[in-house]
């Protein structure tokens, strides 16, 4: 069974940084595109960004590009999140998710909450 955990949310103030990391297992981690994605109280989930199989190919959502940034370890079975310059609406649950054949996003974290304080 695939297993997604991600750490490092927390609180930090605006202007600040953190790293989210999502770690992988019981799947071919490397055969995944990995996701993540964000869901503020009293908001749909909304989708942040994702990294291809190789980790060559990434793509951000226009509200984060230029400040977040995905990688990932295949070695280490884990995607990481890199958050600069956060905002408060950045204020949000943050999930990884793994898509195992290009179709949807097929394993989902328990989620990591993530507060910017103004």
């Known amino acids: 069974q695939v297993q997604l955990v991600e750490s490092g949310g927390g609180l930090v103030q605006a202007g600040g940084s953190l790293r989210l990391s999502c770690a992988v297992s019981?799947?071919?981690?490397?055969?995944?595109?990995m996701g993540w994605f964000r869901q503020a109280p009293e908001k749909e989930r909304e989708f942040v960004g994702r990294i291809s199989q190789s980790g060559i190919s990434t793509y951000y959502a226009d509200s984060v590009k230029g400040r977040f940034t995905i990688s990932r370890t295949n070695a280490k079975n884990t995607v990481y999140l890199q958050m600069n310059s956060l905002k408060p609406e950045d204020t949000a649950v943050y999930y990884c998710?793994?898509?195992?054949?290009?179709?949807?996003?097929?394993?989902w974290g328990q989620g990591t909450q993530v507060t910017v304080s103004s």
């Open positions: 019981g799947g071919t981690f490397r055969s995944f595109t």
């Open positions: 998710a793994a898509d195992r054949d290009g179709n949807d996003y097929d394993y």
